[in-house]
């Protein structure tokens, strides 16, 4: 081989080399920049469901909270937190609910990942029992009819951020998922129509059910953790107080978080001589499937059913 012929081809090698090197540096630098930015990255597993039901077979749909998790609680790893901030959208709570990823998803938004705290576009409500300090309450989902709203907030986010998305396709998902609300919204006014008014009364495990309270007419006598979140701690007066109120208003159960054990409300029934019965329900998080709260719609018609059980008794 001349010369020539030799020196033309390790040109063409170097230069094949320079291009493969252009490319892999031009890749490096999309990712770095965060155009690969893509899907929906949902905090709670109740907004996971439902925001599956709505994108369908659209996007990839990441949920961080497990079943029978804490929202108050929960954590997520350091794939997770990329995750979150890879995500063409992080669909929210908010309100102050999602206590242990809330810097997680400041951070996605900080590096410009669009974010919609569902809660605050749902008409919330403020606490009104005392140590609450008039916060918002996050927890709307007891609502079906703010999880109505909630539907049509993430269809219309998703549709603006979420890139390759068929709009019509979401929008269908949408108004089939609400349909489905409004008939459990439906079912459960007249489930509860079977509790006579002046057994309407609810104490939980701590404050998680205003908004049904305020949906169905239940009237809302106190807390075992008088607080929004379950990392909160009752005193020895508090459960004094809560257990004077429970013999004054004759309240035949206690409810309690299915994702929290019930012993204080097992000690609150037992040590101060009350004649209750401790009612788990599915108040804060979806169940494994098969253990009654599988999905939204049929985590609602289990408290549903454990509410009139409970109340309903003559």
Known sequence: MSAAARLGGRNAFHLLVAVG????LALAG????????????VTTNILGDITRHIVGGEAEVTVLMKPDADPHSFGISAQQAAKLEQAGLVVHNGLGLEEGVAR?????????????AVGAEV??????????????DPHFWTDPGRMSRAVDVIAEQVIAHVDGVNPQV??????????????????????????????????????VFGYLAQRYDFEVVGAVIPSGTTLASPSASDLKALADTIRAAGVPAIFADSSQPDRLAQVLADQAGLQVEVVPLFSESLSRPGRGAGDYLEMMRSNTEAIVRGLGRG
């Open 123 to 136: 008409d919330p409500v403020r606490y009104t029992a005392a140590g609450t300090d008039g916060q918002l």
């Open 30 to 41: 999309c990712t770095a920049t965060g155009d690969e930015k893509s899907g929906v990255v």
């Open 170 to 207: 979401v929008r269908a998902n949408a108004a089939q998922y609400r349909a489905g609300i409004d008939q459990l919204g439906a079912e459960m006014s007249e489930q509860f129509a079977r509790i006579p008014a002046e057994r309407r009364k609810l104490v939980t495990n701590h404050h």
């Open 21 to 24: 090197i252009a490319v892999l």
């Open 104 to 116: 997680n998803v400041q951070a996605a938004e900080a590096a410009g990942v669009p974010a919609v």
